[in-house]
């Protein structure tokens, strides 16, 4: 979150610009990015860390960033981590890494994680995410099939293994008004989280599992930013998807006044 968010006027369309030197797949040595935003009334709410790809030389690297960060902010409630934590989520050595990082902070302050493409490595069902973290099962739902037709059927299968394999990595949590959503945003790398060991044969009309997996999460997000209590929202997610979020969604964001900030951008990977 914006660390000057109690100087800005409610009521106002702010910009928030945020440059760095990152090479990106065209080969650009920076990049920037100006973002736009409703401001809304945050009342006592605090300050997040904004944490991306900590992912190598925990030790060495990323701990010195939390200890660097927290010493700049002492107060802060919480921190916003946007995936590929570790390189590899199947070695337990990197998790113990990254929690020894943490350590002090992760016990006593709000810790909100999405999962990123490395959270897939070595562990292609997330079982190390969700044995290390406890999140809200309240993420997308499966819809039953429609009609009996082996496309219909195909698809209500599909969507129910993905509302299990989704659980806990896309789940929203609220913190003093503030609702924050997590996504699963990798397609590639969940591709055998898919799909269901007794899939229903299907040859015509057939559903793409990939395009199911975002939809999910776009009818879901809609809902969530929809019936959201608080006057914000902050969705998490490790890089760009399309079409999660869905065009409803976008628009309302854009919109000045709307209950869904767009202060959290995709994270460059």
């Not at 959270?119 to 995410?129: P, S």
């Not at 590639?188 to 939809?215: F, I, K, V």
């Not at 930013?225 to 079409?243: L, M, Q, T, Y």
Request: proline share 7%; net charge negative.
């Amino acid at each position: 979150m914006d660390p000057d968010h109690r100087t800005l006027q409610g009521g106002l369309v702010h910009q928030y610009a945020a440059a760095g030197f990152i090479e990106n797949r065209k080969g650009d040595s920076t990049t920037s990015k100006t973002l736009e935003y409703a401001v809304g009334d945050f009342g006592d709410f605090g300050d997040f860390g904004d944490f991306g790809d900590a992912q190598n030389e925990l030790s060495s690297k990323w701990a010195p960033v939390v200890k660097q960060a927290y010493e700049r902010c002492p107060d802060a409630v919480g921190s916003v981590n946007a995936g590929d934590l570790v390189n590899t989520s199947g070695d337990d050595s990197e998790w113990r890494d990254w929690f020894g990082a943490m350590d002090g902070y992760s016990q006593a302050t709000n810790l909100i994680a999405a999962p990123g493409n490395h959270e897939y490595a070595g562990d292609t069902f997330r079982k190390k995410w969700k044995a290390t973290f406890e999140y809200p099962d309240n993420g997308p739902r499966a819809t039953p099939a429609r009609d009996d037709t082996p496309a219909e059927r195909q698809r209500a299968a599909y969507e129910a293994h993905m509302a299990e394999a989704l659980a806990e990595t896309a789940y929203h949590t609220g913190y003093q008004g503030v609702r924050f959503l997590s996504l699963n945003a990798g397609t590639g790398d969940a591709r055998q989280s898919m799909t269901p060991d007794d899939l229903p044969a299907c040859s015509e009309g057939c559903p793409d599992p990939a395009r199911l997996w975002l939809d999910m999460q776009g009818r879901w997000l809609d809902a969530a930013v929809e019936d959201n209590p608080g006057k914000w929202a902050v969705a998490v997610f490790h890089r760009r998807s399309s079409p999660a979020p869905r065009a409803a969604t976008r628009r309302r964001c854009a919109t000045p006044g709307s209950p869904c900030s767009k202060a959290a951008a995709p994270t460059w990977c």
